[in-house]
């Protein structure tokens, strides 16, 4: 309680006995107290009262010491929202620190390449930034300098020229430097299309040193992994790449199911995988390494685990390689590719020591099962004009839609039998094919 006294009303202002003026002035007394006491509890007081209106004709009041309490220290209590600001940095500090840590150990493989075609996409990709910088660095510069420099509250207003419409020189710059980017572009496109051709074989000329002999291997992308086939060594191997260093690396790739890419950044380029389609990648490993192999495009719930590890190895390593892949008791027949491409996830490496010679082509004709008519063979026909009456009686050996599929929990897709021509002649009208139907009685032992 605020005690005041005046000599006209003792004690307290009764309400019927005080006068108007008493009364403000009573008012005015409790909103002091009570802004004191709500800014004593927040750790801060006000310099100035200013809430209540101007007393003139108020009588002098005596208020005791007791009434305003003592200002507490400084920042001994704080209000809720800057308590809650300072708790949400100290969270952030140490979050932004364990990912500037994580960072740390990523690997960039696309700015520290180990093939010459990584190197000359990276270089590429420089010219490319630096280029752009040229036009990015002034328009930032620009964007903070002008509103500074002719602000509406500056002093000096002598280049002011309201009626200013044209610049010669100005012209130039806005014309002239956007041209001669697109022109230095233009050149550095022309150059590296042709140096960087995916189809075009590695020269020793132009790499500027010596290279050993090439090396062809024949790449298939399934459901989710990647098959590897040495043609030259008659072995093949599943999620694991092994190739010489120094000698040229010549891919043919295809897919056995949905498209995908073929990807490994330390030595350069990236490629589509596609059913029915070849695809060709020439790469290079300048030294000995290890390097991530991935397939860059989504291609289903095993995406993720779809990568493999390239093994750049000297030429004594690479035949003990070869070595240990012959010494695997698996050959890699059609009936056995027929169950490597069943879909499954996070396959671990596998060696085959025997190939058939014709699988890769096979693969890419989409006729690896007994009976099926290659796409080749298939377009030669139509190029001919069609099978005719005949070609409608075994229609079935055409049909390329039951691929062996998943869903996105693991279970297998059964595709409907055509219903005007059991597929495989094995199955009646209504019936569904599984993923793992490869019986020889399902193909017409064709």
């Known amino acids: 309680m605020i005690s005041l006294e005046s000599p006209e009303v003792p004690g307290l202002f009764p309400a019927r006995a005080a006068s108007e003026s008493q009364r403000r002035t009573f008012r005015h007394a409790k909103l002091i107290s009570k802004d004191v006491r709500r800014n004593d509890l927040f750790g801060s007081r006000p310099q100035h009262f200013t809430r209540g209106p101007p007393v003139t004709d108020a009588p002098v009041l005596s208020v005791p010491d007791n009434v305003l309490p003592e200002r507490p220290p400084p920042l001994t209590r704080r209000s809720g929202k800057t308590c809650e600001a300072d708790l949400r940095l100290s969270f952030k500090i140490p979050i932004l620190l364990g990912a500037v840590a994580s960072l740390s150990a990523c690997q960039y493989d696309v700015l520290a390449p180990s093939g010459w075609v990584a190197a000359e996409q990276r270089d590429l990709l420089v010219i490319s930034t630096l280029l752009m910088l040229i036009v990015i660095i002034p328009v930032i510069f620009m964007a903070v300098w002008f509103p500074l420099r002719y602000r509406a509250d500056r002093s000096d207003l002598s280049d002011y020229a309201p009626t200013w419409a044209h610049s010669t020189r100005l012209e130039y710059v806005l014309w002239g430097v956007p041209i001669v980017i ?161 879909p499954t996830m996070a396959n671990d ?35 001919m004009g069609g099978g005719g009456l005949e070609g409608i009686a075994d229609k079935h050996k055409y049909q390329y839609d039951e691929q062996r599929a998943i869903d996105g929990f693991g279970n297998p897709i059964g595709v409907p039998a055509t219903p005007s021509a059991p597929a495989h002649g094995g199955h009646a009208e209504g019936d569904t094919l599984s993923m793992n139907s490869h019986e020889g009685a399902a193909h017409d032992g064709l």
Not at 351 to 377: H, N, P, W
């Open 182 to 342: 697109v022109a230095i572009l233009g050149v550095y496109t022309y150059i590296y299309t042709y140096r960087l051709d995916p189809y075009r074989q590695l020269d020793a000329a132009e790499i500027g040193r010596e290279i050993g002999e090439p090396i062809e291997v024949d790449v298939v992308s399934l459901d989710w992994k990647w098959l590897f086939i040495y043609p030259e060594q008659g072995v093949a191997s599943v999620n694991e790449l092994a190739v010489p260093a120094n000698r040229p690396i010549n891919l043919r790739l295809t897919s056995s199911t949905v498209m995908t890419t073929f990807s490994v950044p330390a030595l350069g380029g990236m490629i589509y995988t596609m059913a029915g389609m070849e695809t060709k990648l020439h790469l290079i490993a300048d030294e000995e390494g290890t390097y991530f192999g991935q397939a860059a495009h989504y291609s289903g719930p095993g995406f993720s685990e779809m990568h493999f590890q390239t093994l750049a190895m000297n030429d004594a390593d690479f035949d003990q390689w070869v070595e240990k892949a012959r010494a695997s008791n698996d050959e890699l027949s059609r009936e056995a590719y027929l169950e490597l491409e069943v």
């Open 349 to 383: 490496v596998q060696y085959y020591s025997g190939v058939d010679a014709t699988l890769f082509d096979r693969i890419r004709g989409l006729c690896v099962d007994e009976g099926k008519v290659c796409m080749d063979q298939m377009m030669m026909q139509d190029e």
